[in-house]
């Protein structure tokens, strides 16, 4: 099965060499149409449905409020939510169509295939609908090299709920469990829109058809979306590193034309990252129009002349396009190899620690990091039995203190009593009253968590602000708050306090008074760090540990980044803004291009 597989592979890439102009065109036309006017469009329209209905944002916590309180607007966004599957079944009724049309020469021009594609949206049921729901959320996100769409970018799992099921090794196992039955779904769906699209079956007749075709092959479909999928890989990483090494020689032996050679290299890059967008978009809509074999389709019933023609056009077409695309990119790697967007990020001291050097949240802690010279330490507060705050994360004492009680359900000077242990270190429960007093002693500034629960009193957020307001602002400090009535209050309180609304999922641009937005990281796209910018908020990137995680998060534009890791995080500032060679800024670009779409490396 693998060598017929191998041999199926070599087939594909052999039939999107004899049509590439048309497979380039297919994908660009229908790429660049979904990013530069469906996705803009859609956005506008969620953001005008939330203006309207005066929603401020939307998350897992405010869902029942939108649901019972801005109804219209709950419908506006379920409108908007079946739109968003609508386009995706189109796109990929373009794209496989188109596919299908090229590889057996049927001659439909591009109009033709949208048209198709529009046909068939006009033929979806009910029922379609309900199994768009369950594939494309469901069985997508696992198997996104068939699809990759920038309409289905926010359909992710943010990888602190994985963390948190992870620490868990039943709940580890059942993610486990959850991603193979995913696969396994996945594959033996895989014929179900082909099915739907080119054989106009029914969804429910497809899904029966697909799951009995599939039944006793498995394998065959795994293995040869597993070697499209590494050959895919190979190409990149070689392409990368080529360039790279060219770049590198240049900058050691030819420095003289370092400079000019880095804009033609990165240039290179881009286009072929395009290039190979459009060479992994056939290769795996190939195994769906021709899983068995690859071959050379009879030639059409026309004159060798116009074959010749009908083959030469859309070459000659993907060569104009390319030579566009190289050159709209020239002035802005003139810019960036030149350090034009080079930047210094906020440094953010998650929970006061840096690379486990003491417990969370205490004052030890605190005065080791302070001595690293983070630009702010951020620190979470809790509200105790007696209306007071508490330095602390957790919702219970009994991970850090060993005691099975809640910041509610003891006074402060029972919680100060606790010693909290943390990767071999201790160190007492700190009152919010004294780790204020140890930064302000430090001239540390701070980003405060304000921590709320069910069981807070009902003044609370007013009590921390009438008794902390004005001194947060003294001291430079800062506010950021998953709960967005203490955002609401600080800016009706005390307009001067900075604010962070903190937002787990980056699914509509929220329109509220917040003076930032603090995310996290793997939800996070540029599109939401323009949008905040261009509104004069900035927006920080939480919790990113890994160094290349850091570069992409800089890369893309986040004003701030939160981090246990703030040393490694200083560093890899240093190395970004220090003069680095043309070649290591090559290899960051490369690093965080989006080869699923042209735009996605940008800032």
Not at 75 to 85: A, K, S, T
Not at 86 to 103: C, E, H, K, R, S
Not at 225 to 234: I, K
Not at 359 to 371: D, G, S, Y
């Amino acid at each position: 099965m693998g060598f017929r597989s191998i041999r199926y592979t070599g087939q594909a890439l052999r039939e999107f060499f004899r049509h590439w102009g048309s497979y380039f065109i297919l994908s660009f036309v229908v790429g660049e149409a979904i990013s530069q006017i469906i996705v803009p469009l859609l956005r506008w329209s969620s953001q005008m449905i939330l203006q309207a209905s005066g929603i401020a944002y939307v998350s897992y916590n405010n869902l029942g409020e939108i649901i019972t309180q801005h109804t219209w607007g709950a419908l506006g966004l379920l409108v908007m939510f079946f739109l968003v599957l609508l386009l995706v079944y189109a796109q990929f009724a373009m794209l496989l169509t188109g596919v299908d049309n090229i590889v057996y020469q049927r001659q439909q021009n591009l109009r033709s295939v949208f048209g198709e594609a529009i046909r068939d949206l006009q033929r979806i049921r009910p029922t379609t609908v309900l199994f768009f729901v369950f594939y494309f959320i469901l069985v997508i996100p696992f198997a996104g090299g068939i699809i990759n769409s920038a309409l289905l970018d926010k359909v992710r799992i943010p990888e602190f709920i994985l963390d948190f099921l992870n620490e868990n090794n039943f709940y580890a196992m059942l993610i486990g469990i959850f991603y193979l039955i995913m696969l396994y779904v996945g594959i033996r769906l895989i014929r179900v829109l082909p099915h739907m699209i080119l054989d106009d079956q029914p969804a429910g007749t497809a899904l029966r058809n697909s799951w009995r075709e599939t039944k006793k092959h498995f394998w065959f479909y795994f293995w040869r979306v597993t070697w499209l999928t590494a050959v895919v890989a190979v190409v990149q990483v070689l392409w990368t590193e080529g360039l790279v090494g060219i770049q590198t020689y240049l900058d050691t032996s030819q420095q003289t034309f370092a400079y000019a050679g880095s804009i033609i290299t990165m240039a290179t890059l881009q286009v072929g990252g395009v290039f190979i967008m459009a060479l992994t978009t056939t290769l795996y809509y190939l195994v769906l129009v021709s899983p068995d074999a690859v071959t050379k389709a009879a030639p059409a019933p026309i004159s060798v002349k116009e074959q010749k023609k009908r083959k030469r056009w859309p070459r000659v077409i993907a060569g104009v396009v390319i030579v566009l695309v190289a050159i709209a990119y020239l002035i802005y790697n003139a810019v960036y190899m030149a350090g034009g967007f080079d930047y210094n990020p906020i440094t953010i001291s998650h929970r006061g620690v840096d690379d486990h050097n003491g417990v969370q949240n205490t004052i030890p802690a605190l005065e080791k990091t302070a001595k690293e010279k983070p630009d702010y330490v951020e620190m979470d507060i809790h509200e105790t039995k007696d209306g007071q705050w508490v330095v602390m994360h957790d919702e219970n004492y009994e991970a850090l203190a060993g005691v099975d009680k809640t910041p509610r359900q003891l006074t402060l000077a029972q919680a100060t009593q606790l010693t909290a242990k943390e990767d071999g270190h201790s160190a007492p429960v700190a009152s919010f009253d004294a780790y204020l007093a140890a930064a302000e002693r430090l001239h540390q500034k701070l980003v405060v968590e304000v921590k709320t629960t069910p069981h807070d009193s009902k003044g609370a957020i007013n009590s921390f602000i009438q008794k902390y307001g004005a001194r947060l602002i003294k001291d430079h400090n800062r506010v950021h708050s998953l709960d967005y009535r203490v955002i609401a209050a600080i800016k009706a309180q005390e307009p001067k306090l900075y604010a962070s609304f903190i937002l787990p999922y980056d699914i509509v641009f929220p329109q509220t008074k917040a003076n930032a937005y603090t995310m996290e990281y793997t939800t996070l796209d540029v599109d939401f760090i323009s949008q905040a910018q261009d509104q004069g908020k900035e927006v920080w990137a939480w919790t990113v540990d890994d160094p290349d995680k850091m570069e992409e998060m800089i890369f893309m534009g986040a004003d701030g980044i939160i981090t246990d890791n703030l040393s490694d995080l200083q560093q890899t500032i240093k190395d970004q803004v220090n003069h680095p060679s043309y070649a290591a800024r090559l290899r960051v670009y490369g690093n965080q291009f989006n080869w699923n779409g042209l735009n996605g490396a940008e800032n």
